[in-house]
């Protein structure tokens, strides 16, 4: 990929702020598990792929939960796409989407459920799935062990 200069200084400033991790959607689900008496652990990295991590996994489930933001993952609701530098941002985020496809076929490969969720989704929502898929996941452990 080809190096893009900002467009400006405002543009830079705005960018270079943005978070990667600890996002307010995912902390407002984590809160929530948390409160409900679920553990789990934050920013585990993906068995066999170093630079990735998880953002909410269950390890004895092995339970992976990745809240995606809007712009940066290609969301089919809320995606836009930057008119300064087009090419170069279209190709920063195809290659975004494709990463999340390459992450969730080594996770699933590794014996791993993956679960996605946008960031505009509700975190009272997200928690009830994520806490359905544990409780399931500890079920069926539990009936396999017996």
């Not at 080809?2 to 960018?15: F, K, L």
């Not at 940066?72 to 170069?88: F, I, L, M, Y």
Request: aromatic share 8%; with cysteine; charged share 30%.
């Amino acid at each position: 990929m080809r190096v893009a200069h900002p467009s400006s200084p405002d543009v830079s400033a705005r960018m270079s702020r943005q978070t990667n991790r600890d996002t307010s959607a995912e902390r407002a689900v984590r809160q929530l598990l948390h409160a409900s008496g679920y553990r789990y652990r934050i920013h585990y990295p993906v068995p066999g792929m170093r630079r990735r991590k998880i953002d909410i996994a269950f390890t004895g489930v092995r339970l992976a939960v990745l809240i995606d933001g809007c712009f940066w993952h290609g969301c089919p609701e809320h995606a836009t796409s930057p008119k300064a530098n087009a090419d170069w941002w279209r190709q920063k985020l195809d290659r975004n989407i494709e990463r999340d496809q390459e992450t969730n076929a080594q996770l699933l490969a590794e014996g791993w459920k993956v679960l996605r969720f946008w960031e505009h989704e509700s975190p009272d929502a997200v928690m009830c799935q994520v806490a359905a898929a544990v409780d399931r996941e500890k079920a069926g452990r539990r009936q396999w062990r017996q």
